[in-house]
């Protein structure tokens, strides 16, 4: 029996050189999908035991938890620092007690998605700081753990090379980081597109930024928006 354990941010590990199986750790949040069943739902991982794991189970809104039999097949997905990986996993017993749960054992995993295309579009406030006595406003359009593109009203004397501040908004707070601008493009009738990658990040930033575009691709994916 494994013993669940107080939920708390808990890093993904990281996955082996040698192709042995990858599982998702104490803590992590992951993507549920049950075979047969086109939704995907947001879970936690409550312990791991190997290959073995239980997870919070998923709930009707305003209604029960889903509880299938076991047997059923189940793909578990969550975002690394390598990108997003995926497991086959069955089924093995639920629970229903003050936390409704699974037991799932993992058969098999792989790395679907790697780093470099784990991007989401989005729309959120930036200020960018450069060499100069003001700050800039911008808005992104795309968001991953690596860097973001984003548009600056007007066209302010930004090249490609440029190194600059940033205070990104998400929805939990301010992320603070630093970045060299990779591409400026100007837009028309005004403001300029830039490409901004992103240098020498806590890997707390790091987790906060790699939850959220996780997060936000399951939230849209769950209502029906890709």
């Known amino acids: 029996m494994l013993r669940r354990r107080?939920?708390?941010p808990a890093p993904t590990a990281p996955a082996p050189a040698d192709g042995t199986?990858?599982?998702p750790t104490a803590g992590t949040v992951v993507a549920l999908e049950l075979d047969g069943v086109d939704r995907a739902w947001r879970s936690r991982v409550e312990a791991q035991n190997g290959p073995d794991l239980v997870v919070v189970a998923p709930t009707r809104p305003m209604g029960p938890p889903i509880l299938p039999d076991p047997g059923r097949g189940v793909t578990l997905g969550w975002p690394t620092e390598l990108g997003y990986l995926e497991a086959q996993a069955e089924l093995t017993a639920t629970t229903d007690q003050d936390i409704a749960t699974w037991d799932l054992t993992v058969r098999r995993s792989a790395l679907s998605q790697r780093r470099s295309a784990f991007r989401l579009e989005t729309r959120l406030s930036l200020h960018l700081g450069v060499e100069r006595p003001d700050e800039l406003s911008a808005t992104t359009r795309n968001l991953s753990e690596g860097g973001l593109a984003c548009e600056v009203s007007g066209r302010?004397?930004?090249e490609?090379?440029?190194?600059?501040s940033l205070c990104l908004e998400l929805p939990d707070g301010e992320v603070d980081a630093a970045g060299r601008v990779v591409r400026a493009v100007p837009m028309v009738p005004d403001g300029l597109e830039l490409g901004v990658a992103f240098e020498d990040l806590e890997k707390t930033v790091?987790?906060?930024l790699r939850q959220y575009v996780f997060e936000e691709q399951l939230a849209r994916r769950a209502q029906?928006?890709?």
């Open 206 to 208: 790091v987790e906060r």
């Open 21 to 23: 199986l990858r599982v």
């Open 160 to 164: 490609a090379g440029a190194r600059v």
């Open 6 to 8: 107080p939920t708390r």
């Open 156 to 158: 302010p004397d930004l």
């Open 224 to 226: 029906g928006v890709r």
